[in-house]
Each structure stands twice: as structure tokens, then as C-alpha cells.
């Protein structure tokens, strides 16, 4: 179950009230992007694809948290119903289903973590998880970013990229593209469009 696109734009602004930073428009950088190339593919669904955009880093609501954001985030969309919010909340930090290539502090207690990776092992992903990681990969705070210079940019901030995960990005970017029929950057309008 989703929220309605009104009721999504409510949640990340209540939450950003609650935490504010560059989160919140990364977050709208990411919807733009999943609801344009979804919306050139013919098998997704445009609005679906920007609610869970939206919706994908909900859990920094709760505060500065690295991994923590991940099992914040699917922990309150459960609470509300929404399923598919949660589960997005869950699968975009890891394309390879591990949170081995996780970039970042494990700001988790054992509960967190154990919820995260039972939750990980137990769910198929699909284009729509695939869609909000490439998204996340493209999207800055100011708007759309080269995906090399996005993941470049996290490696000067944390210290490190795992090849397994910068590769899984590439092949996103090639796989999106392959299946609109369309360059990425173009489709996001990435010269263009500002949040």
C-alpha cells in the first residue's frame, strides 16, 4: 500500500520540520527522476514510482543517522500501512542485497540491524527497487548529478565506494536506459531541472 502523492508530500514535509537538511530536496530530486523514467517505460507506473522517491529517506525524520535512517524509515512506513514505502525505505542503500556495501556508519542496535537484514533476505526486488537506487545514485540536493560524479562525491565523503556498488549503479544506468530507449540525463532533465 502507498500513500496518496498529496499525503507523501505531507510526510517529507512534516519530516524535514523535524529534521531539516538537504535530505528533503534530495528526496524531490529523486522523485522527479523515478517519475520521468518511469513514465517512459511501459510496464511502471509514473506516480508510484515518484510517491516511493519521495518517500525513500523518510527515516532521517528521526534524526542524523547513517544506517540507522534505513530501519527508521521502513519502521515508520509499516507503522502507517504503507508497505511498499517501507520496503523501498529498505532495499535502496543495498543493490546487492547485503548491507556489506553499505556507505556509512552501522549507527544500528543489534535489534535494527538483525530487522534489516532478516527484511533484506526475505524480499525480491524488483524495477521499482531498482529504479529509487539508481535515482538515489543520481540525485543531489540542488538537482540531477552525472552518476559518477554522485558516487565520487560520496567517496570523498565517507572515505570509500565498494566497486561491487558503483558497478551495480552503472548497470542500473545502462539498464534504464536499454529499457525507456533513452538517455538517462536527458530523461531527467538534468541541465534543467532544479527542485
Not at 53 to 73: C, E, M, Q, T, W
Not at 91 to 101: G, M, R
Not at 143 to 151: F, H, P, T
Not at 160 to 187: Q, S, V
Amino acid at each position: 500500500m502507498l500513500p496518496t502523492r498529496a499525503e507523501a508530500e505531507r510526510l517529507l514535509s512534516e519530516a524535514e520540520k523535524c529534521n531539516p537538511g538537504p535530505w528533503g530536496n534530495h528526496s524531490r530530486v529523486v522523485a522527479h527522476c523515478a517519475e520521468r523514467i518511469a513514465g517512459a517505460c511501459d510496464d511502471m507506473d509514473a506516480e508510484k514510482a515518484y510517491i516511493l522517491g519521495l518517500l525513500h529517506d523518510i527515516g532521517r525524520k528521526f534524526g542524523a543517522r547513517h544506517l540507522g535512517h534505513v530501519s527508521d524509515g521502513y519502521t515508520y512506513m509499516m507503522s502507517l500501512g504503507y508497505d511498499e514505502a517501507a520496503k523501498i525505505c529498505l532495499t535502496h542503500s543495498f543493490n546487492n542485497h547485503t548491507t556489506d556495501e553499505y556507505i556509512g556508519n552501522f549507527d544500528t542496535s543489534d535489534e535494527e540491524l538483525r530487522l534489516i537484514n532478516e527484511t533484506l533476505a526475505s524480499v525480491e526486488y524488483d524495477d521499482y527497487d531498482r529504479l529509487i537506487q539508481l535515482c538515489d545514485s543520481l540525485a543531489g540536493s540542488e538537482g540531477v548529478l552525472d552518476i559518477e560524479e554522485r558516487m565520487g562525491d560520496v567517496k570523498r565523503r565517507y572515505g570509500a565506494y565498494p566497486r561491487e556498488k558503483w558497478d551495480a549503479n552503472i548497470a542500473l544506468k545502462e539498464y534504464f536506459e536499454k529499457k525507456t530507449g533513452r538517455d538517462i540525463y536527458e530523461l531527467t532533465e538534468k541541465d534543467t531541472y532544479r527542485p
